[in-house]
């Protein structure tokens, strides 16, 4: 009898354990990190809107943000902003793109205590420069990258302007690498998820954070650059596809009012304010 109520327990306790994941809870403590991983000189928005929507020659400065996210034990990046080497380089007001660091991934983490060597995983939500571009710093982590993308990165030659570069220990190297198909749970919780988001690349993702107080935070990748875009779902004159990219739109747009997400539009000051600023955490 005795036996029989200990299997009894177990079960229940069981039970609820799978009930919790399976409800997309976190189940382990999760923090998040907003990281300055660069900023660029926009100085015709209209290269981000294929329908000139906005006043010829306007500028903004866009941020390059990338993210921290620890999940129990384990850390993950989100995207890792523009190259090191751009450090000090100084932004241009006539040329259209321009872009500059001001301190690097490694020397933030520092600042908390994770060294490069703790980071377990990558996530990028695409193959842009100035979303992989400090990734080699972190050569022991398991890459996860949309299929689209991975594919366009290792053809020979590769395809649709995707420059393998600053990937290449795991694009044909000895990296772990996960080619990911739609949606990813990456830590088997639903706390992370990466949000299958197509249009801008190929295989281009969001991410999707749930915080036990903050609750569900929604980080748009390149799905939009800058506020005024959103409502009117701009689309960038260089996209991979309008039409897919129209469909993210949709997805994205509906995904933050049914989870009730905080919106953070990654390349937007205005929007990345509404995290804590480093080396402050949400939680």
């Known amino acids: 009898m005795k036996r029989v109520l200990v299997l009894l327990v177990a ?7 799978c009930a919790f994941a399976a409800s997309g809870k976190p189940t382990a403590t999760v923090k998040l990190w ?18 000139r929507a906005f006043p010829a020659n306007s500028r903004m400065r866009f941020t390059a943000s990338c993210y921290l996210i620890k999940h129990g034990d384990s850390y993950m990046l989100w995207d890792t902003g523009l190259p090191a080497a751009l450090k000090g380089v100084p932004t241009s007001d006539t040329a259209p ?5 001001t301190v690097t991934i490694v020397e933030q983490l520092a600042q908390i205590g994770v060294k490069p060597a703790d980071i377990s995983t990558i996530g990028i939500s695409h193959y842009h420069f100035d979303h992989i571009g400090q990734a080699a710093a972190f050569p022991q982590a398991k890459l996860l990258i ?3 993308d991975y594919d366009s990165l290792a053809a020979t030659p590769p395809r649709n302007g995707a420059d393998p570069a600053a990937l290449k220990n795991w694009i044909g190297g000895p990296g772990t690498v996960e080619p990911v198909s739609g949606d990813k749970d990456v830590f088997g919780d639903g706390s992370v998820t990466m949000i299958d988001l197509p249009g801008h690349t ?7 954070v749930k915080l036990a107080g903050r609750g569900p935070v929604l980080l748009s990748g390149d799905q939009v650059h800058f506020r005024e875009n959103l409502p009117i ?5 260089f996209n991979f596809d309008r039409s897919q990219t129209l469909a993210s739109f949709d997805r994205f747009n509906k995904l ?3 989870t009730k997400a905080t919106v953070i539009i990654q390349h937007d000051a205005r929007d990345i304010a509404k995290l804590p600023a480093f080396p402050a955490a949400a939680e």
């Open 11 to 17: 079960g229940t306790l069981l039970s609820g354990v």
């Open 34 to 51: 907003r990281l300055d991983c660069g900023a660029a000189q926009i100085n015709d928005l209209n290269t981000f809107n294929d329908t």
């Open 97 to 101: 793109i321009s872009a500059t660091v």
């Open 146 to 148: 949309g299929k689209g």
């Open 202 to 208: 190929p295989g281009h993702h969001g991410l999707l």
């Open 233 to 237: 779902n701009g689309v960038p004159t």
């Open 256 to 258: 933050a009012a049914n």
